[in-house]
C-alpha cells in the first residue's frame, strides 16, 4: 500500500511538474544523481564555489511540492527573516569541551544563530555564561538521541520558525564551514520543502532492517541536516506521532521517515552530497592529520571531529585559506592597477609618486602588479642567475654539497598546493563538459626559489581523462605547466612579551573623509615589500626613543667538569659581553670536581677574581661530588634560582661564544607561559682542517666550510624556571652526555600550552673541541656521540678533497664503492 501511494506521488509530482513547464530529468535510487535546471538567477552564488549547471537538488524536485493534505506554503522569502538557525545536540559530559569549542569557532561566523541542546538539568559550563544552551524538559543523554532530536526540531520551530529560512541539526562533533552553506542557501529558494544532506539507506547489515521503501531514504545525521522552513512546518506539528511510531532506533532514520511521511520530501539523492557534507569512517582519528586534502577543501561540512581541541586546529587552518584567498585577490587588484595605468601610459611608479598616501594604503602595485612571469628577474651578471632544481623522484641540485637527495619536507608541501589549484582550474568546468581529469604523478620538473618574487615550478604532469558524458572512455595524458607561487605584501607586527602592540592609528595620513579612510583601511595590510619595510624601520626608531624599559634578568646556567682553559675562554668571553656592559646576568656555575682534575682550585680563583672585580653581579660555583651529569647539573642550578620574577633560565655549554645580541634575542624569544627558545647554534669544524695554520681566524666566520648549523642539538636553551616546572622539569635520571636535551625539549614540544622557538643564531658558536665519548654511556648515548664527533670533523666536500689528495685514494674509493654496493643490494 505504502509502495502504491508513492508511486501515485510521483506520477502526481511528475505532471505537476510538467505543467509548470519544466524539464526535469528524472532517475531511481543507485542509477546515479539526478538534476535539473535551476530556473532562479540566485544559483550563481552556488556556482561561484561549485561550477555546475545543475541544481543541486533537482531529484527532490519531483516531490517538492508535496501531496494531498499538506500545508500551504508560506510564500516568498521574507527579507526581514534571518537566513539560518543552527541546532547542535550535545550532553552534559560535553558541554565544557566540544559545545565551547563549535561555539567559539565556526559557531561564531553563522549568518543567523546558534543553540545547543542538551538533557534536562543541564547547565553552562563555568567560564562560559554566554553559551546559548538550552536544556530540554524529560530529556536525558541515553544514546540514540531520537526524543532529544524530534523535541530539538519542535522547539526550533516554535520558538524560531518565523525568523529563519532554513534550519539545521548538527552534532556537536562537526565542524561547518558558514561562509559556503551560506552561499549554498542563498542560491535556493526556502519557502519549497527541501530536506537536504547525504543521502543514506543503511549499510550492509543494515539493508532491509530499517522499513524502508525500495524509493525510500534517509540524511544521515552526522555531516549535518539541512531543512527549509517549509519542510520544519510541515513536520514541527507531528512530532509526537513521530516519537509514537519508531521502526528503529535509528535518530537519522527515522526523522528521515517523519519527514517523508508529513512533509512528502525524500533527502537529496546528490552524489555531491558526499563531497559536500563530507564524512570520515576513520572514527576518532579523523582530522587529526595533515588537513591539506582535496575532501577538506571543497566540504562544506567534516565530521567526526570526536577531539575537541581539533575543532581550533581546523578552524585555524580554514582562517589560513581565506587569508589565502584574499591575498589572491589583493594580488590581483595590483594587477589590475598596474595594467589600468599602462593603458593611461604613465607608469605606475609615476602615479604613485604623485600620491604618496595612496602608496602608503595599496602598497607596492610596480612589484606585486606585475604579470606571472618566469622572466620577472633578469640577471645582469652570471653570478645572478638563478640556477633551477631537477625533479625526478628525488631532488637534482648543482648548489647543493648533496647534488641528488630527498625533496624537503617544505617544498613537497608546495607542490602538493600547486597541484591541488592546478587541478581545481583544470576541472572548473568539469560537469559542463562532462568529463573529470584527475592527477596521477609528476613525470619530472624544475624548481627554484627567487628571493624577491617567489617560487617557480616547470612540471610535466601525468593525468587520467575520464569522459562519463556520450562515449565513455578513460586514458592518461601529459600536461605541462609553467607556475608561479608569487609572494606578496610584507606584513609586520610588532610583539611584546608575547602580545601584539596596536599602534594609535594616524589620523593626519592623508586627505579625504571618514568613509574614504575606512575604505581603504583594509588594503592597508596589503602593503608591499617597500611599505613594509618602511614602517619596520619607523617602528624601530620610535622603539629607540621610548623610555627604555628594565631588561629581563638572564641567569647562565652552566654545568662544567675539568677543562679549565675552556672555562677561561668562557670567563672572558662572559666578563666583555656581560659584565663590562652591566648587562641584567647572573652565572650559575655548577661544578663536578673529580680526584683526577687538578684543576678544580684554579677554577675557584679564577670565579673570585671575577667576582672582586663585578661585586654588583651574582656569580656563583655549586660543587656536586658525583659523577657527571649535565641534567642533575641544570637541575641544581634552576633549583638555586629562587627569585619568582627574575626566574629566565639560560642553559649553556662551556664551549659557546656570543655577543651582546644572543642576549637581545633570548629576552625576546622566550616569554613566561608561552614561548621557550631553543636556538639553532652554529658548530665549527677542526680548525686543523680548514685552516692552513690550524687556528680559526675568527669565531664568526659562518659558511659551510667553517662548520654546521645544528639542527638536531638542543642542549642550549631559553625557559623559565615555572615553565620548566610546568613541563616536569629535567629528567635526573639520566647520567652522562646526551640524551637529557632532547628529553627536555620534547617535553616543551608536549605541553600544549606552550610553543618553542626554534632558529638559527650567528652569533651563538660552538667552538670546536676533541670529543672523547665515555666508555660508561649507554648504548644509545654512544652512538650520539660518536655521531656528533664525525660531524665536526670537516665539510663533505673538504673530506672529498681530503680523500681525492691522498696517496691511499684508491683504497678509500675502493672502500666506498663496496660500501655503495652492500647498501643498495
Not at 712 to 726: P, R
Not at 732 to 760: N, Q, T, Y
Not at 784 to 804: E, F, H, K, P, V
Request: proline share 4%.
Amino acid at each position: 500500500m505504502a509502495a502504491r501511494r508513492s508511486k501515485l506521488s510521483w506520477a502526481c509530482g511528475l505532471i505537476l511538474g510538467l505543467a509548470a513547464g519544466l524539464v526535469i530529468l528524472g532517475g531511481r535510487p543507485g542509477s546515479g544523481p539526478t538534476v535539473s535546471r535551476c530556473q532562479g538567477a540566485d544559483e550563481q552564488a552556488f556556482d561561484s564555489m561549485y561550477p555546475v549547471e545543475e541544481d543541486p537538488f533537482a531529484v527532490i524536485g519531483l516531490d517538492a511540492e508535496g501531496g494531498e493534505g499538506d500545508p500551504p506554503s508560506r510564500g516568498p522569502t521574507d527579507p526581514r527573516r534571518s537566513l539560518l538557525f543552527v541546532g547542535v545536540m550535545t550532553a552534559k559530559k560535553y558541554l565544557a569541551t566540544r559545545a565551547v569549542a563549535v561555539h567559539e569557532t565556526w559557531g561564531k561566523e553563522l549568518p543567523g544563530k546558534i543553540a545547543f541542546f542538551s538533557s534536562e538539568g543541564s547547565r553552562r559550563p563555568p567560564g562560559h555564561p554566554r553559551l546559548p544552551l538550552v536544556a530540554l524538559r524529560g530529556v536525558d543523554d541515553s544514546y540514540p538521541p531520537q526524543k532529544k532530536s524530534f523535541l530539538m526540531l519542535q522547539y526550533m520551530w516554535e520558538n524560531y520558525g518565523d525568523r529563519f529560512e532554513w534550519f539545521v541539526r548538527a552534532d556537536d562533533d562537526v565542524y561547518m564551514r558558514p561562509d559556503r552553506l551560506a552561499a549554498l542557501l542563498r542560491s535556493v529558494d526556502s519557502s519549497r520543502a527541501y530536506f537536504v544532506g547525504q543521502a543514506g539507506r543503511g549499510n550492509q547489515e543494515e539493508f532491509g532492517s530499517l522499513s524502508l521503501e525500495y524509493d525510500e531514504n534517509f540524511c544521515m545525521g552526522g555531516p549535518g541536516v539541512v531543512l527549509s522552513r517549509e519542510t520544519l512546518a510541515r513536520v514541527a506539528p507531528h512530532v509526537r506521532a513521530c516519537l509514537g511510531n519508531l521502526y528503529t532506533t535509528h535518530e537519522d532514520v527515522e526523522l528521515g521517515r517523519c519527514v517523508r511521511r508529513f512533509a512528502r520530501v525524500s533527502c537529496t539523492w546528490s552524489y555531491e552530497m558526499q563531497t559536500i557534507l563530507y564524512h570520515n569512517s576513520s572514527g576518532k582519528d579523523a582530522f587529526t592529520g595533515s588537513l591539506k586534502m582535496k575532501e577538506v577543501h571543497r566540504a562544506i561540512t567534516l565530521h567526526p571531529i570526536k577531539r575537541h581541541n581539533h575543532l581550533y586546529r581546523i578552524h585555524n587552518y580554514m582562517k589560513g585559506l581565506k587569508i589565502h584567498d584574499a591575498q589572491q585577490r589583493i594580488l590581483q587588484l595590483h594587477r589590475d592597477l598596474a595594467a589600468m595605468t599602462a593603458l593611461l601610459g604613465r607608469p605606475i611608479n609615476q602615479v604613485i609618486s604623485e600620491r604618496p598616501f595612496h602608496s602608503k594604503l595599496i602598497g607596492d602595485s610596480s612589484m606585486l602588479g606585475l604579470k606571472p612571469s618566469l622572466h620577472k628577474f633578469q640577471p645582469r651578471v652570471e653570478q645572478d642567475v638563478i640556477e633551477w632544481d631537477f625533479i625526478y623522484r628525488s631532488l637534482y641540485s648543482s648548489s647543493n654539497l648533496n647534488p641528488r637527495r630527498r625533496m624537503e619536507s617544505a617544498l613537497r608541501e608546495g607542490l602538493d598546493d600547486v597541484i591541488r589549484e592546478v587541478m581545481d582550474m583544470i576541472n572548473q568546468y568539469s560537469r559542463q563538459r562532462g568529463r573529470v581529469i584527475d592527477f596521477k604523478e609528476i613525470l619530472y620538473g624544475y624548481h627554484r626559489m627567487n628571493p624577491v618574487f617567489g617560487a617557480d615550478y616547470i612540471l610535466d604532469l601525468l593525468l587520467v581523462y575520464k569522459k562519463y558524458r556520450g562515449r565513455k572512455m578513460t586514458v592518461p595524458v601529459r600536461r605541462h605547466a609553467y607556475l608561479q607561487q608569487q609572494f606578496t605584501g610584507l606584513e609586520i607586527r610588532e610583539m611584546k612579551n608575547g602580545a601584539e602592540v596596536v599602534q594609535p592609528h594616524d589620523e593626519t595620513v592623508g586627505e579625504g573623509t571618514e568613509d574614504d579612510n575606512e575604505g581603504v583601511q583594509g588594503q592597508e595590510e596589503a602593503g608591499g615589500l617597500r611599505e613594509g619595510l618602511l614602517r619596520l624601520t619607523e617602528g624601530l626608531m620610535m622603539s629607540a626613543t621610548n623610555e627604555k624599559q628594565p631588561e629581563k634578568l638572564i641567569n647562565f646556567i652552566l654545568p662544567l667538569a675539568g677543562r679549565f682553559s675552556t672555562f677561561q675562554r668562557f670567563v672572558k668571553n662572559f666578563e666583555e659581553v656581560c659584565l663590562e656592559t652591566r648587562e641584567r646576568v647572573s652565572l650559575i656555575v655548577v661544578l663536578f670536581p673529580s680526584e683526577d682534575d687538578s684543576s678544580v682550585e684554579e677554577t675557584f680563583t679564577l670565579v673570585k677574581a671575577l667576582q672582586s672585580r663585578h661585586a654588583w653581579a651574582r656569580i656563583e660555583v655549586i660543587p656536586v661530588f658525583d659523577g657527571f651529569a649535565r641534567a642533575n647539573a641544570l637541575h641544581l642550578g634552576a633549583q638555586h634560582v629562587s627569585s619568582p620574577v627574575d626566574d629566565l633560565l639560560l642553559f649553556i655549554d662551556v664551549d659557546m661564544v656570543f655577543d651582546a645580541s644572543v642576549l637581545r634575542r633570548v629576552r625576546l624569544n622566550t616569554v613566561r607561559g608561552k614561548l621557550a627558545y631553543f636556538p639553532i647554534v652554529f658548530s665549527e669544524f677542526d680548525p686543523g682542517v680548514v685552516y692552513a695554520n690550524g687556528t680559526a681566524i675568527s669565531h664568526f666566520l659562518i659558511d659551510e666550510v667553517t662548520g654546521y648549523w645544528r639542527q638536531y642539538g638542543f642542549g642550549i636553551a631559553s625557559v623559565y624556571k615555572s615553565d620548566l616546572i610546568q613541563v616536569g622539569g629535567l629528567n635526573v635520571s639520566i647520567r652522562g652526555w646526551g640524551k637529557e636535551d632532547v628529553d627536555l625539549f620534547d617535553r616543551f614540544v608536549a605541553d600544549a600550552r606552550l610553543h618553542v622557538m626554534r632558529a638559527p643564531d650567528a652569533r651563538l658558536v660552538h667552538v670546536w673541541h676533541t670529543v672523547e665519548c665515555s666508555s660508561h654511556l649507554s648504548e644509545q648515548q654512544t652512538r650520539m656521540c660518536c655521531a656528533t664527533r664525525a660531524d665536526t670533523y670537516a665539510s663533505a666536500r673538504q673530506l672529498g678533497s681530503l680523500i681525492l689528495d691522498s696517496p691511499s685514494k684508491d683504497t678509500w674509493l675502493s672502500f666506498a664503492r663496496a660500501r655503495n654496493a652492500i647498501t643498495t643490494s
